[in-house]
């Protein structure tokens, strides 16, 4: 058995596997989970306007209790190749780090879990009192509609449960071992639309601006804040992120201006609420407007239990640190998973994902492989 997570690590990488693209990561992990003596289901979703999805949920044992890890093969796009300085799928190791597109978001984690559940299986001699599962989604960086969402749907048709998962997000900010993620904000993409009438500007009472009224909409719900936060949650933030009537005369009212905002809220408010919040503030304004919304994830949490005392105690073992735990950040595919089991998230340092030179330290992947040790020793005590 390959316990060593760099090898994968970089194998992975080496997968260019930008949102909706496989690239050949699932094949990389389905020969190394196949070997092992996990049985793989492959599996490809796809929906109306959207590419298709490439999916791995791999399972090894038959019985009770299911620890699931679940991650995430797809990355993001490098951007301009010329900012980096190494080739970004190369997976090479410069220094004392592995760089590469994927390296911390979030291949380099899933190497982590799969070297440690070799570990696992070659110390308990491939004996396990339950199951071990690994759900790898391709679409989670992109709509997530033919991902993680559709491989539950699967699961639950054909009987598979999860007791636990463990997501391996990068959750730390800048050192292994300061957060444990449990749970996250909801987020809700607003777009308004105000109706005028086009005039010309030397003319107003024969035109009806609609910047003034959604000025004035956007005012009623910026002028204070939402909450205060909760015991685990900071508090919700509403962010206007664009406001744009496309006008390229100065002389001219527009016929309609635009806005677009992102609220993400804590457990204190649903989707719901906050849509009927909305409409109640936009109108009392007494304008002609058109509201879609999007929610893409609603807020939950995993309260505090004996699931992230086993996580934390792993970290604390392996590093030192005491993680805190908090529910900061942006979304990520344990908002699905939540509907199964109680999901924690753990993974690699954050600092890098996204940007040019994405990288991990080869110290905190095999830190990672061991914390993720521990978490399966302590989840399986030996008999």
Request: proline letters at 6%; one cysteine or more; glycine letters at 10%.
């Amino acid at each position: 058995m390959n316990t060593d997570p760099l090898d994968l690590a970089r194998a992975l990488i080496r997968c260019p596997s930008v949102t909706p693209e496989d690239g050949g990561a699932l094949a990389v992990l389905d020969e190394s989970l196949g070997k092992l003596g996990f049985t793989c289901h492959r599996m490809t979703f796809s929906a109306p306007g959207t590419a298709d999805v490439d999916n791995l949920y791999a399972r090894i044992g038959d019985g009770a209790p299911n620890f699931c890890f679940a991650g995430h093969s797809d990355v993001v796009p490098v951007g301009d190749t010329q900012s980096w300085s190494v080739d970004p799928f190369a997976a090479e190791v410069s220094g004392d780090r592995l760089v590469g597109r994927g390296a911390a978001d979030m291949k380099g984690a899933i190497a982590c879990f799969v070297a440690a559940s070799a570990r696992f299986l070659d110390r308990r001699g491939g004996d396990i009192p339950g199951s071990i599962s690994l759900l790898i989604t391709g679409d989670e960086e992109g709509p997530a509609v033919n991902g993680t969402t559709r491989v539950l749907d699967w699961m639950k048709e054909n009987g598979e449960t999860l007791d636990v998962c463990l997501v391996g997000e990068p959750t730390n900010p800048e050192t292994l071992g300061e957060t444990i993620k449990i749970g996250r904000r909801g987020s809700l993409n607003g777009h308004l639309t105000v109706m005028g009438t086009q005039g010309h500007v030397a003319y107003p009472q024969r035109a009806d601006n609609p910047l003034p009224h959604l000025l004035r909409m956007l005012g009623k719900i910026t002028e204070r804040p939402l909450d205060e936060g909760t015991e685990h949650f900071q508090p919700s933030n509403l962010e206007v992120t664009s406001v744009d009537v496309g006008n390229q005369a100065p002389n001219v009212i527009p016929a309609r201006a635009e806005a677009r905002f992102n609220i993400r809220f804590n457990d204190s408010h649903s989707g719901a609420e906050l849509e009927r919040w909305l409409r109640e503030n936009f109108d009392s304004v007494g304008a002609d407007y058109q509201l879609d919304i999007e929610i893409s994830g609603e807020a939950f949490l995993t309260p505090p239990g004996d699931f992230s005392t086993l996580v934390e105690d792993a970290v604390s073992g392996v590093t030192g640190k005491t993680p805190q735990l908090n529910t900061s950040g942006g979304t990520s595919d344990a908002r699905f998973i939540r509907h199964f089991c109680p999901v924690a998230e753990f993974g690699l340092v954050g600092a890098t994902m996204h940007k040019t030179d994405e990288s991990v330290a080869l110290a905190d992947l095999e830190a990672l492989t061991e914390i993720y040790l521990r978490v399966l020793d302590g989840y399986f005590p030996a008999s």
